[in-house]
């Protein structure tokens, strides 16, 4: 299944070209953005973004599904591509959200395969690209709040999570998923010190990771995913700060306790598990009430469940979410 076919690797390189060239074209940006950076947080929309990197090629069209995009939630302007993937968490990679674009540019993403194991009838490693040959890759246009207090509106495309665990048959005493990064310091910089614990592991309870808005992406804008933002498959759960939605997973593990979660175990007191996005509970070291949009000068209020509690709310019917957070 890991086996690579001579197709993959030509592609490979020539992506491998391409990027090269782009990265040139990037460094040119970024020593004019130079000053700008120094300030943070000023960039944000207030400038026009670096130029282009496209470390990505449109999705073949075999892998694209059929299905009409939903039209977009009044409001909601897509942000750029280029915002998209050069201002980015990525830690593994650097800590500097205007540098992850440029580290990542030398990361290999395939082969690449995706372990699913524990409470299940038939554990598998999956290839990747198998599983884009399995199931279409549809467009979703999500809102993404990171907790730090901005948001992007971006176009993923991606197949639900649940397609994944239906495979390998859950057992009835499955009651959480977590979702594993790769953890090769070879490849991960930042994953030779401790900025982290190492592997990010984020995880869900299995009726959220079943929930229909739950993805994995393996595309941006159409194009294959550019490994800033995760490739070649990461997580994203619209109603949750953007720290559970992980990137570059490897392993999803089914369990019957609450995973032990990076950024929980790193912070508990400002990192909860359910992590649920929600205005009225205000993380220790800044409010989350607004947000400002990548692109956008003033902020806005933020939103509930992210904007999409017809959706999930009933998933929390009962809990005390200001305990749960
Ligand atoms: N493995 C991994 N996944 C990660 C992160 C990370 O540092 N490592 N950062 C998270 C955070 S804090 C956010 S806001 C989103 C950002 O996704 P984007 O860069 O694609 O917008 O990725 C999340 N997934
Ligand atoms: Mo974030």
């Known amino acids: 299944m890991v086996i690579k076919r001579p197709a993959d690797i030509k592609a490979r390189e020539i992506t491998d070209k391409k990027l090269v060239l782009s990265r040139r074209t990037f460094l040119r940006g970024a020593a004019v953005a130079g000053?700008?950076?120094?300030?943070?947080?000023?960039?944000?929309?207030?400038?026009?973004?670096?130029?282009?990197?496209?470390?990505?090629?449109?999705?073949?069209?075999?892998?694209?599904?059929?299905?009409?995009?939903?039209?977009?939630?009044?409001?909601?302007?897509?942000?750029?591509?280029?915002?998209?993937t050069n201002y980015n968490n990525f830690y593994e990679l650097s800590t500097d959200k205007y540098e992850v674009a440029e580290v990542a540019a030398k990361f290999v993403t395939r082969p690449w395969t995706v372990a699913v194991f524990g409470l299940c009838q038939r554990p598998r490693v999956f290839d990747v690209g198998d599983l884009f040959r399995r199931f279409p890759l549809e467009e979703r246009v999500y809102r993404l709040r990171c907790v730090?207090?901005?948001?992007?509106?971006?176009?993923?495309?991606?197949?639900?999570?649940?397609?994944?665990?239906?495979?390998?048959?859950?057992?009835?005493?499955?009651?959480?998923?977590?979702?594993?990064?790769?953890?090769?310091?070879?490849?991960?910089?930042?994953?030779?010190?401790?900025?982290?614990?190492?592997?990010?592991?984020?995880?869900?309870?299995?009726?959220?990771?079943?929930?229909?808005?739950?993805?994995?992406?393996g595309g941006l804008y159409g194009e294959t995913l550019p490994p800033q933002n995760g490739a070649p498959l990461r997580l994203v759960v619209p109603w949750k700060y953007g720290f559970k939605s992980g990137k570059s997973i490897v392993a999803i593990e089914?369990?019957?306790?609450?995973?032990?979660?990076?950024?929980?175990?790193?912070?508990?007191?400002?990192?909860?598990?359910?992590?649920?996005?929600?205005?009225?509970?205000?993380?220790?070291?800044?409010?989350?009430?607004?947000?400002?949009?990548?692109?956008?000068?003033?902020?806005?209020?933020?939103?509930?469940?992210?904007?999409?509690?017809?959706?999930?709310?009933?998933?929390?019917?009962?809990?005390?979410?200001?305990k749960h957070f």
């Open 35 to 84: 000053s700008v950076v120094a300030t943070a947080g000023l960039y944000n929309g207030l400038l026009a973004p670096p130029r282009k990197v496209r470390p990505s090629e449109p999705l073949p069209r075999e892998l694209v599904a059929h299905t009409p995009a939903a039209a977009p939630t009044p409001g909601d302007v897509k942000n750029k591509y280029e915002e998209i």
């Open 254 to 322: 089914l369990t019957d306790s609450q995973p032990r979660t990076t950024w929980n175990l790193y912070s508990p007191d400002e990192y909860g598990f359910y992590s649920n996005v929600n205005p009225d509970v205000p993380h220790p070291r800044w409010s989350q009430a607004t947000e400002r949009r990548i692109g956008e000068l003033g902020k806005r209020p933020t939103r509930l469940f992210n904007g999409y509690g017809a959706e999930v709310a009933h998933l929390y019917a009962g809990m005390d979410l200001k």
């Open 148 to 217: 730090e207090g901005w948001s992007m509106v971006i176009p993923w495309n991606g197949f639900p999570l649940r397609k994944l665990l239906d495979e390998v048959q859950p057992l009835a005493s499955a009651k959480f998923v977590s979702l594993k990064t790769l953890f090769d310091p070879a490849r991960m910089p930042n994953q030779r010190d401790e900025v982290l614990p190492w592997p990010y592991v984020e995880g869900l309870r299995l009726d959220e990771a079943m929930h229909p808005l739950t993805i994995l992406a």
